[in-house]
């Protein structure tokens, strides 16, 4: 079956690195688009960027542009993001998620419907 397992969340200090990674299994990983969306405490979902299927075309969101890094290897179906100086504000839930075709970048609202496929997401907390 389809499965999207995230790792490399954790507490950094502000100012901070930290690399996520996706493995995907389950589905033609490298047909599908990628989405990194996060949710802060009781806060809604929040897109924070996308890659096309090639890896050649990368998305992000105002808040982490120049900041994060999306990238993919097909060849091991696994997704990262590279989280540099990381903020306070980046303390969120971080989910990786699929989509056969591409969705609007960046979207006006992201639901648990936005992709065909979710993982379970990994923590990622920034404070001193």
């Known amino acids: 079956q389809v499965q999207l397992v995230e790792s490399g969340g954790g507490l950094v200090q502000p100012g901070g690195s930290l690399r996520l990674s996706c493995v995907a299994s389950?589905?033609?990983?490298?047909?599908?688009?990628m989405y990194w969306v996060r949710q802060a405490p009781g806060k809604g979902l929040e897109w924070v960027s996308a890659?096309?299927?090639?890896?050649?075309?990368?998305y992000y969101a105002d808040s982490v542009k120049g900041r994060f890094t999306i990238s993919r290897d097909n060849a091991k179906n696994i997704l990262y993001l590279q989280m540099n100086n990381l903020k306070p504000e980046d303390t969120a839930l971080y989910y990786c998620?699929?989509?056969?075709?591409?969705?609007?970048?960046?979207?006006?609202?992201?639901?648990?419907?936005?992709?065909?496929?979710w993982g379970q997401g990994t923590q990622v907390t920034v404070s001193s």
């Open positions: 998620a699929a989509s056969p075709v591409p969705v609007a970048v960046p979207p006006t609202a992201v639901t648990n419907t936005s992709y065909d496929h």
């Open positions: 389950g589905f033609t990983f490298s047909a599908y688009w």
């Open positions: 890659i096309n299927s090639y890896g050649m075309t990368t």
